[in-house]
């Protein structure tokens, strides 16, 4: 578990910020329809980047950039993480964290050590289909008590749902729905099937703009924002 991937410039994935992304590797799930299979699938086919080079490049980056996005793979498996985001904050950067929810002891350290401003949970189907997400058996009770989490946190808080047909449809927006009823965002994604992790899932077609937006009509009963990505 370790950090793989860095671009120092975007404006993607950080509304209304300048911000470095910081890819981890590994992950306790291999969705089907993940578009990052390197990082999960052979994380250690990729070297580790060095923290403390990684963290003199952001310093030397503070003066334009409002802060880092933390993706992967699932940064929350890094045992590390906590210390090296604080790191990050005395530069004076603002940290964005992008997870799948499953660890919520780590969020709660994260929010209590106040490491973090802005918080992006993928929801990716509903919690009883989890299962489907990974070879192994999933327990979807850590999604739950991350939504908890993070529904009472100080912080800006996005979900995020890529609305794989055969994944995701009204009832499964309606399941998850339940469970961030009052959210002020959701995010719906549009699926690209073109870089699966799973070769049979590229072949799904997506759905069209008509059904994505009849889905965003079934979220908007729940959350505050519905906006939808990637058409
Ligand atoms: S989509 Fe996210 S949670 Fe799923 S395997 Fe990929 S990185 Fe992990």
Not at 26 to 40: D, Q, R, Y
Not at 121 to 138: E, F, M
Not at 139 to 161: H, K, N, Q, Y
Request: aromatic share 6%; charged share 20%; glycine share 10%.
């Amino acid at each position: 578990m370790g950090i793989k991937g860095f671009q120092g410039t975007s404006m993607l994935d950080f509304p209304g910020r300048i911000a470095s992304l910081i890819f981890w590797g590994g992950c306790n799930l291999t969705c089907p329809f993940c578009h990052n299979p390197a990082l999960v699938l052979d994380p250690e086919g990729w070297p580790d980047l060095d923290r403390d080079t990684l963290l003199a490049d952001l310093a030397g980056r503070a003066s334009f950039i409002d802060g880092v996005v933390v993706t992967g793979g699932e940064p929350t498996l890094d045992p590390a993480l906590g210390d090296w985001l604080a790191a990050v904050k005395s530069l004076g950067l603002a940290v964005k964290l992008d997870t799948n929810g499953l660890r919520p002891d780590v969020l709660a350290e994260l929010l209590e050590r106040r490491l973090v401003d802005s918080l992006a949970i993928d929801l990716k189907t509903s919690p009883g289909r989890y299962g489907q997400l990974h070879a192994g058996p999933v327990a979807p009770d850590g999604l739950v008590a991350s939504v908890r989490l993070a529904l009472a946190a100080p912080v800006a808080v996005e979900f995020r749902t890529t609305c794989v047909p055969g994944l995701v449809d009204e009832p499964d927006l309606r399941a998850l729905g339940e469970l961030i009823r009052g959210a002020p965002r959701w995010a719906l994604q549009q699926y690209h099937p073109a870089v699966a992790l799973a070769p049979e899932w590229r072949e799904i077609t997506p759905y069209p703009p008509a059904k994505m937006a009849s889905l965003a009509a079934v979220a908007g009963e729940y959350a505050g924002e519905v906006v939808v990505k990637g058409l």
